[in-house]
């Protein structure tokens, strides 16, 4: 499979849990700093990656809802950027679309209209990871795409966010499907710990808590 020649290789970014640890176990974030720098270290690496062609970043949370958050997280990769020399983060100006703002329902499936839309367009990515703490494997809402998404996702914990170790993971299962191998375990890459204790309708609440905790100029 050619990574040129079709929609090359995608990550399908979440926000919340993902560079935004929540929840009470979560470590505060600093302001100005919007994100957890760890975080966005992780991210910064899985993007600097030898791969075939460079990662592009599809935003798939909420967040993409609204262009003033976008905007921040954009500004936030600038912010980490200017501070980390030579992260591809910096040079992040965009993503290079995001799902779709009309429906609103389970994230894989979100996901999953996006990936089936590209495919119809004939721009079906060689590769993609989705970096998310929700569940887009198990449980009744993602039965039926299951097998879609086995070998494509690393799951988050919701108050800890992406990991280094998640990110060389990502980096694998992207690896391993430009290959074309059937090597990677089609597992969800998770941390292997228990999941979803705290993911729940308090996202929104603690987005807006945490952005008028940051000073912002709309
Ligand atoms: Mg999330």
């Known amino acids: 499979m050619s990574a040129s020649s079709s929609g090359g290789v995608i990550v399908f970014l979440d926000i919340d849990g993902v560079l935004l640890p929540f929840g009470s176990n979560a470590a ?3 302001p100005p700093a919007l994100f957890d720098d ?5 991210l910064s690496a899985l993007l600097a990656a030898p791969l075939p062609c460079e990662p592009r970043l599809v935003l798939s949370s909420t967040w993409r809802a609204q262009p003033a958050f976008v905007a921040d997280i954009l500004d936030e990769f600038r912010r980490f950027g200017a501070a980390n020399d030579g992260s591809p983060l910096g040079a992040v100006t965009a993503f290079v679309d995001a799902t779709s703002t009309e429906h609103f329902g389970a994230r894989q499936h979100e996901i ?11 721009q079906a990515p060689a590769a993609w990871v989705c970096l998310d703490d929700e569940e887009l494997l198990d449980g009744e809402e993602c039965a039926e795409r299951r097998a879609m998404f ?6 988050t914990r919701s108050d800890v966010g992406l990991t280094a170790e998640q990110a060389a993971r990502a980096v694998a299962l992207l690896r391993a499907q430009l290959a074309g191998s059937g090597s990677t375990s089609k597992r969800r890459w998770g941390d292997g710990e228990e999941e979803g204790e705290e993911y729940d309708e308090n996202v929104t609440q603690g987005l807006q808590t945490h952005l008028s905790a940051v000073s912002r100029t709309v």
């Open 28 to 30: 505060a974030v600093e």
């Open 38 to 42: 760890a975080c966005l270290s992780a």
């Open 112 to 122: 999953a209209s996006w990936l089936e839309r590209r495919r119809a367009q004939g």
């Open 150 to 155: 086995e070998g494509h996702v690393v799951q």
